[in-house]
Structures are given as C-alpha cells and as structure tokens.
C-alpha cells in the first residue's frame, strides 16, 4: 500500500456499500480475503480505499464507487486530515470555476508536476477574490502600545495574536498539495457535473455532520430570517439615486451562514477567531459570489480574535449580521476596560454578549441596521441592565424577538433576536421597543405548548414559515398582534431590572381561544371521547396459547424483493414537508421544516424520499414501539432523519399487517441494539410470520382498528389538556367564574 493512502472506517464501507455497519462486521469475520486494518484503534479501525473499493467489486457488492462518496472518502482520510483536504479542494475548485483554461493546462501534467504548478495558479486565483496573502497589524486594543516593527511570516505559519492575515486562506505549498492531488482532480470531475459551489458545499456539509460538537451552526432558515430583518427601509436605507453596494459584515463568522443568506448584491466582510474555520468560510463565500472576480462586490474575510484585535477598525457597515459566541468569560473583559466601543457601557464579565452588540452598534454605519442572535438571558440578567436602559434610551435597540427552542443551537433554549440600528446625529431617539414572541409557534400545528402536542421544542419541529411569517409581520407593521408581538413604549421598560423578556410584557394567547372558545374545546372532547368509546377493541372472547409460526425477517422479504428499504437524511429546502421523527412519535401531519440538519441549501448528497401511500415509517433510534403507515394525505412529503421506510409490495405484504407485527414489544427488543443510553433498531431484523396474502389482510384489519383507536386517543388527550389549561387560565384571570 503507497505511503499516505487514503483511508477509510467501518461506517464509511458501510455508506459505500449501502449496507448496515453490521454487515461490514460480518464480511471481516466471514471472509479471510477481507482487507486488513491499517490504522485506527482495535475497537475502531481503518482500512485502505483502494483494497477496500477493489474487495468490494470482486465479491460482487459494488459495481463501482459513487464519486461523491469516493471524492468524501479522499476528504475524510486525508493524512494531513479532513480541513487540510477541503481547504485544498476549495482553492481546486476557485480556480476550476474562474480559470478553467489554466485548470486544464495543469491537469495534462503528472501528478509531481501539477503539485508543483498549483501554487502559482491557486495563488492568483485566491488574490483574485480575497485579495493579498500577507501578515498586516490589526487594530491595537485601546490602552496598549501597537504592534512593533512588522515581521516577515511564511504562507504556512500562524498569525500573533496582534496581527491578522490580509487574507484568511494562504496559498498552500507544493509539498502540501502533493498527496491531494488526486482529490483535486476528482473534485473537479465532479464539479464539472454539478458546478464548483456545489461540490464544495457537498464536502463541507458532510464535514460538518461529521462533527457537529466542533461547529456553533446557524440553520438557513434562521440565517435567511436574520438577514431578512436586516434588509434595509425606505425610512433607514440610503436613497433611492444612490447605487451604493450595501456592506454587510460578520464579526464572528463561523461558517459563514449568515453571509450566504444575504440577497442581492453586497460587499461582504467577515471575521473568525479560528484559523481553519475562517479559511472554509473564505472559500464557501468566495465559490458563493456570481461574477468574475474583476466584477463582483468585494469579499474580505479575515483570521482573528474580533474583540481583541479587530479587522475592520474603520468599517462603517450598512449591516452587522453575528451570531456570537455565548457565556464567554474569557472575550477581553481585562484588556478592553478603555475601549473607545464601550458607547453604552462598560459590559462586565458575564455579559460578553453586550460586548459584541456595541461592537456591531460601532461598526455600522449612521441609520445601518444589526441583527444579532442573543442568549434569553441578556434580556434580564440585572449585571447588563445598564447596558440595556442606555441602549433604549438612545433608540439603538429596535426589537427583541423570542424564537422557539430548536431555532439553533443550544436547541433547548429559546433564543432571542435583537435588531438594533445606530442612532444619526441629531435625531430623536424612538419612543418604543418591539417585542414579539413566537414561542406558541413551536410545532407543526402551531398549537400551543399546553395542547400537549408540541410540549417540548425542537430543531426538527418548527414551522418555519409560521415563524418567519410572524416575526417579519411583527417587524414590519411594528404594531400589537395579540399574543405575538406589542410596541412598548420605552419609558415602562425603564424600572429597576429593564427587563426585556418578551413573555414578561405580553400575554400568551389563552390554550383554545380563550374563556370565549372553551365550550367549543369541550363539545370536539366530548365528541372524540365518544368516538374512543366505539372504538375500543372488545376483550378477547378467548385466550389461545402463544403461536409457533414459522417466521421471516424484514431483511430477507427485502432480498426477496417483496419490499424495499429507505433511511431517511437531512432535507434540503423545497416546497416539500417533512415527516419528521418527531411527527412520527406523536402522530403528528409532516410539516417539518425542510431544513433538518446543517447542511446548506442544494447540498445534500442524496435526493429527497418522498412518501407513497401505504409506506411503512419506523424510527431508528428510542426503541419505542412506534410504527407509522402513511396514507393518501401524506404521500408526497419527505422522509426525513433518523427514519426508515419500508415499502412493501402491494401484492406480496399488507402494509397494515407490515406495521402491526413490527409494533411487536419482543420483535422491537430483539431487532435493538443499545449503546450508551440510546438504543438503535435495525429494521432488517424485525420479524413477521409467514402467511398468505388473505390471512395478512385479516390481521392488517384489526391493526388499523387499533390504530384509529390509539389516534381518538391521542386527540382526546390533546384536547383535555387545552381544556384544563384554559380552565385554570380563566378562574386566574378572571374571566371564567368560580360558579
């Protein structure tokens, strides 16, 4: 095996192979031929691409590799790692996209050859769109001496803290390139087929699903309604003669989300404190603009600590767009005491959050608009309350908006949006603040949270069109909707704590419409519970002893091809609704938001699965008894994560006696495999008894009896919670009397 080769891991083969990981276990005990490991550990080896790719076609269990799985593959065991690769791919893929003609002339050489000429071309195609690769000084905190004469730094070597690269990628050497060789020129194989932006939002993406612990993401719906709020109005933009480009800016840009939601176009600039990261986001941007590189707006992104040595110090942004790092104790609070930033006030230890707010307030320009996603607590915890009343009592601070919890991460948290703009000399500070809450939003129904039915929030939960349609109504009229938003003037918020949780200044929107709609709760309960009544299996006229029947499993009728088998994965956005796991667990309709998983818009690696009436939905993970078969109102939604499909053969399985036999407590037990605290089923495993097609219509019947009655269940408990709820609401405020 050469020096360096690429290697690959027992989940890898698994998704080249398109099998379960248990199945690579058994082909390393069954067959001595298998490859051997060559690196990893002994409870989690590697193995060569090559023998492995090269095994696979001889035994007849793969005709050739997909090459975004091989091109995957290349990225993920790269001996200088997975970011080195994708860094290596993007300037590959920069200079595909900008100078095809220079492309092909390297790639007619040898593989030493082209390693030795990519520098020079990588190098002008990155000055190209990110400008000069060289070491400058950056801004000096305030109170210290500057940075002293300035030394001389390699491509290869990381920047002092007081000093930022000019550019966040540096152009890679020869030697470096050398073993990427062959990535780069299947990349740009793929790329030829999909497009250059394409193919590298593929590898990030599936880069970062690999590591989601390493990586704070901004979902795109969230990071298109940021970017929304930002858009400037006829009332704060400039005017209409002046063709200036809008600036937008991200001091503490991560993946660059926030940026890529930006519409139209804009001079983009962009700051990360990780070095690695940065040069990510630099190339995702950078193969995101349209245009040659002469014509397209500017695109600045640089490497560094943003509060502590800041590269843009005379940046006056049309807009600051930042999801910054929250309860950071360590962002300067020592260094910074003087810092000329400080407009509102000197923020203590633990409001580093109020640190990067003036930080956006300073780098907009007068009348410019920032958006920023803010911790709940920055809202109320009494250390920032001075902060908070110097930034109503100058009108900086325009709006606080609370999101549901699952918008981002932490997911369990329900965030909060400020929009501030910095306030134009001579004007007079607004009299209000608007503060809206979508909390109650929070499930696919909407309903809520005391309905039962969306109790808990959750990323794969929201509604984002609800969501998106309320906030941006909300910002936009700026006037009351009852339980969604008020305009409050800002003389009451101005008490000891100005404390400016949304909940706590607006009413929730009473569970049922209210003391008003309660009557009409109780008429669809009554009505449901009779219904539950006459759907109640009758007790058994008689107990026969356990059945030995002779059995099949889920794997073998899909050998046989009496059914097929589909998981589901993150769902790029589409007009499409989403059957997620939760819709699944509570018998909800699929209307998840078809932004799932961190993967950017078009990235996915594997068109959506669309739901056929009479597929049968299982969850992977929870080891719950839970089955769901789709019907006719369903069908065409998206399978979404941590889902299997199951979709029999009409003539060969009944879908109802499909479901009702997996719904078995022992078939769910034997078919599970634990680790840690979750368990995982394996749907191949699941068994069901063999019988003809009559004999399984007879059982599918009084399934999808029970199913109906666990369903009149399920909206029974749904409206007795709404009830109960709206009736403790009612006799606490007043509105429902005691008698």
Same mark, same amino acid.
Request: proline share 10%; with cysteine; hydrophobic share 40%.
């Given at each position: 095996?050469p020096?360096?080769?690429?290697?690959v891991t027992?989940a890898?083969?698994a998704r080249?192979?398109?099998?379960?990981?248990a199945a690579v276990?058994?082909?390393?005990?069954?067959?001595p031929?298998?490859?051997q490991?060559?690196g990893?550990t002994?409870t989690?080896p590697?193995?060569?691409l090559?023998?492995?790719?090269?095994w696979?076609?001889?035994?007849?269990k793969?005709?050739?590799?997909?090459l975004r799985?091989?091109?995957w593959?290349e990225?993920?065991?790269h001996?200088a790692?997975a970011?080195a690769?994708?860094?290596?791919?993007?300037c590959a893929?920069l200079?595909v996209r900008d100078?095809?003609t220079?492309?092909?002339?390297l790639?007619?050489?040898?593989?030493?050859?082209?390693?030795?000429m990519?520098p020079?071309a990588?190098?002008?195609?990155l000055?190209?769109?990110?400008?000069p690769?060289?070491?400058v000084?950056a801004a000096?905190v305030?109170g210290t001496?500057?940075?002293?004469? *300035?030394? %001389?730094?390699?491509t290869?070597? &990381? =920047?002092?803290?007081?000093?930022?690269?000019?550019r $966040? +990628?540096?152009? #890679?050497?020869a030697?470096?390139?050398?073993?990427?060789?062959?990535?780069?020129?299947?990349?740009?194989?793929?790329?030829?087929g999909?497009?250059?932006g394409?193919?590298?939002?593929?590898?990030l993406g599936r880069?970062?699903d690999?590591?989601?612990?390493?990586?704070t993401l901004?979902p795109?719906?969230?990071?298109?309604?940021?970017?929304?709020?930002a858009?400037?109005?006829?009332?704060?933009?400039?005017?209409?003669?002046? *063709?200036? %480009?809008r600036?937008?800016?991200? &001091? =503490?840009?991560?993946?660059?989300?926030?940026?890529r $939601? +930006?519409?139209? #176009?804009?001079a983009?600039y962009?700051?990360?404190?990780?070095?690695?990261?940065a040069?990510l986001?630099?190339?995702r941007?950078?193969?995101?603009a349209?245009?040659?590189?002469?014509?397209?707006?500017a695109?600045?992104?640089?490497?560094?600590?943003t509060?502590r040595?800041?590269a843009?110090?005379?940046?006056?942004?049309d807009?600051?767009l930042?999801?910054?790092p929250?309860?950071?104790?360590n962002?300067?609070?020592d260094e910074l005491?003087?810092d000329?930033r400080?407009?509102?006030g000197?923020p203590?230890r633990?409001?580093?959050e109020?640190?990067?707010v003036?930080?956006?307030?300073?780098r907009?320009r007068d009348?410019?608009t920032?958006?920023?996603?803010m911790p709940?607590?920055?809202?109320?915890r009494?250390?920032?309350?001075?902060i908070?009343?110097?930034l109503?009592?100058?009108?900086?601070?325009?709006?606080v908006?609370?999101?549901?919890?699952?918008a981002?991460p932490?997911?369990?948290?329900?965030l909060?949006?400020?929009?501030?703009?910095r306030p134009?000399?001579?004007?007079h500070?607004?009299?209000?603040l608007?503060?809206?809450?979508?909390?109650?939003?929070a499930?696919?129904?909407g309903?809520a949270?005391g309905?039962?039915?969306?109790?808990v929030?959750?990323?794969?939960?929201?509604?984002?069109?609800?969501v998106?349609a309320?906030?941006l109504?909300?910002?936009?009229?700026r006037?009351d909707?009852p339980?969604?938003?008020?305009v409050v003037p800002?003389?009451e918020?101005?008490?000891?704590?100005?404390?400016?949780?949304?909940?706590?200044?607006?009413?929730?929107p009473?569970?049922?419409?209210?003391?008003?709609?309660l009557g009409e709760?109780?008429?669809?309960l009554a009505?449901?519970?009779r219904?539950?009544?006459?759907l109640?299996?009758?007790?058994p006229?008689?107990?026969?002893?356990p059945?030995?029947?002779?059995?099949?499993?889920?794997?073998?009728?899909?050998?046989?091809?009496?059914?097929?088998?589909?998981?589901?994965?993150?769902?790029?956005?589409g007009?499409?609704?989403?059957?997620?796991?939760?819709?699944?667990?509570?018998?909800?309709a699929p209307?998840g938001s078809?932004?799932t998983g961190?993967r950017?818009?078009?990235t996915?690696?594997?068109?959506p699965?669309l739901?056929?009436?009479?597929?049968?939905?299982v969850?992977v993970?929870?080891?719950?008894?839970?089955v769901r078969?789709?019907d006719?109102g369903?069908?065409?939604?998206?399978?979404?994560?941590?889902?299997?499909?199951?979709r029999?053969?009409?003539?060969a399985?009944?879908?109802?006696?499909?479901?009702?036999?997996?719904r078995g407590?022992?078939n769910?037990?034997?078919a599970?495999?634990?680790?840690?605290?979750a368990?995982?089923?394996?749907a191949?495993?699941?068994?069901?008894p063999?019988?003809?097609l009559?004999?399984q219509?007879?059982?599918?019947?009084?399934f999808r009896e029970?199913?109906a009655?666990?369903?009149?269940?399920?909206t029974?408990?749904?409206?007795?919670?709404?009830?109960?709820?709206?009736?403790?609401?009612?006799?606490?405020d007043g509105?429902?009397?005691?008698?």
């Amino acid at each position: 095996m050469p020096e360096n080769a690429t290697e690959v891991t027992a989940a890898g083969i698994a998704r080249m192979a398109g099998v379960g990981r248990a199945a690579v276990s058994n082909w390393r005990r069954r067959h001595p031929d298998f490859p051997q490991p060559v690196g990893g550990t002994g409870t989690s080896p590697s193995f060569a691409l090559s023998e492995v790719e090269e095994w696979l076609r001889d035994q007849g269990k793969l005709a050739e590799v997909p090459l975004r799985e091989r091109i995957w593959q290349e990225v993920a065991g790269h001996p200088a790692g997975a970011v080195a690769a994708l860094v290596h791919t993007g300037c590959a893929l920069l200079l595909v996209r900008d100078r095809p003609t220079a492309w092909l002339e390297l790639t007619a050489a040898s593989d030493e050859r082209m390693a030795d000429m990519l520098p020079h071309a990588v190098d002008l195609v990155l000055t190209d769109r990110l400008g000069p690769d060289s070491v400058v000084p950056a801004a000096p905190v305030a109170g210290t001496a500057g940075p002293g004469p *300035q030394s %001389v730094h390699t491509t290869e070597s &990381p =920047a002092p803290p007081n000093v930022h690269r000019a550019r $966040a +990628v540096p152009t #890679p050497g020869a030697q470096a390139l050398l073993p990427s060789v062959p990535l780069l020129r299947a990349a740009a194989e793929l790329a030829a087929g999909i497009g250059a932006g394409q193919t590298f939002e593929f590898l990030l993406g599936r880069q970062l699903d690999a590591n989601p612990r390493q990586y704070t993401l901004t979902p795109p719906p969230l990071a298109e309604l940021m970017a929304d709020l930002a858009e400037p109005s006829k009332d704060a933009g400039r005017p209409a003669r002046d *063709q200036h %480009v809008r600036s937008v800016l991200d &001091p =503490a840009a991560g993946t660059g989300a926030l940026l890529r $939601a +930006v519409a139209g #176009p804009a001079a983009l600039y962009a700051q990360e404190a990780d070095a690695a990261l940065a040069a990510l986001t630099a190339l995702r941007l950078a193969l995101g603009a349209d245009g040659p590189a002469g014509s397209a707006p500017a695109l600045a992104v640089r490497t560094g600590d943003t509060l502590r040595a800041d590269a843009f110090p005379r940046l006056a942004a049309d807009t600051v767009l930042c999801h910054p790092p929250f309860n950071d104790r360590n962002w300067g609070h020592d260094e910074l005491a003087y810092d000329p930033r400080w407009e509102y006030g000197f923020p203590a230890r633990t409001e580093s959050e109020l640190a990067w707010v003036q930080h956006a307030l300073a780098r907009l320009r007068d009348g410019g608009t920032a958006v920023l996603l803010m911790p709940p607590a920055a809202a109320s915890r009494r250390s920032g309350r001075r902060i908070r009343a110097g930034l109503l009592r100058r009108g900086a601070l325009r709006a606080v908006i609370a999101l549901p919890a699952g918008a981002a991460p932490p997911y369990g948290i329900p965030l909060h949006l400020w929009v501030l703009r910095r306030p134009e000399p001579g004007a007079h500070p607004v009299p209000d603040l608007l503060l809206s809450d979508t909390a109650d939003l929070a499930g696919p129904t909407g309903e809520a949270a005391g309905g039962g039915k969306t109790a808990v929030g959750g990323r794969d939960r929201l509604d984002w069109s609800a969501v998106r349609a309320a906030v941006l109504g909300a910002w936009r009229d700026r006037a009351d909707h009852p339980g969604v938003s008020r305009v409050v003037p800002v003389v009451e918020l101005l008490d000891d704590d100005v404390d400016l949780t949304p909940a706590r200044h607006l009413p929730r929107p009473a569970p049922g419409g209210g003391a008003s709609g309660l009557g009409e709760v109780r008429e669809r309960l009554a009505e449901t519970l009779r219904l539950t009544a006459r759907l109640a299996p009758p007790p058994p006229a008689h107990l026969a002893a356990p059945a030995h029947r002779p059995l099949t499993t889920v794997g073998e009728l899909a050998r046989a091809g009496a059914l097929s088998l589909r998981t589901g994965h993150a769902v790029p956005g589409g007009p499409a609704p989403v059957l997620t796991e939760h819709d699944v667990l509570t018998g909800g309709a699929p209307a998840g938001s078809p932004h799932t998983g961190p993967r950017a818009p078009g990235t996915a690696p594997e068109d959506p699965v669309l739901l056929e009436p009479g597929d049968v939905v299982v969850p992977v993970l929870g080891g719950g008894t839970v089955v769901r078969v789709v019907d006719a109102g369903e069908a065409g939604a998206a399978l979404g994560r941590n889902l299997q499909l199951l979709r029999p053969d009409p003539a060969a399985v009944d879908p109802w006696f499909l479901a009702g036999f997996l719904r078995g407590t022992a078939n769910h037990r034997q078919a599970s495999s634990y680790a840690s605290t979750a368990a995982r089923l394996d749907a191949r495993r699941l068994q069901l008894p063999r019988m003809p097609l009559d004999e399984q219509r007879r059982y599918g019947e009084r399934f999808r009896e029970l199913a109906a009655f666990e369903d009149a269940l399920r909206t029974a408990g749904r409206l007795g919670g709404l009830l109960v709820q709206g009736m403790y609401d009612g006799l606490t405020d007043g509105t429902v009397p005691p008698a």
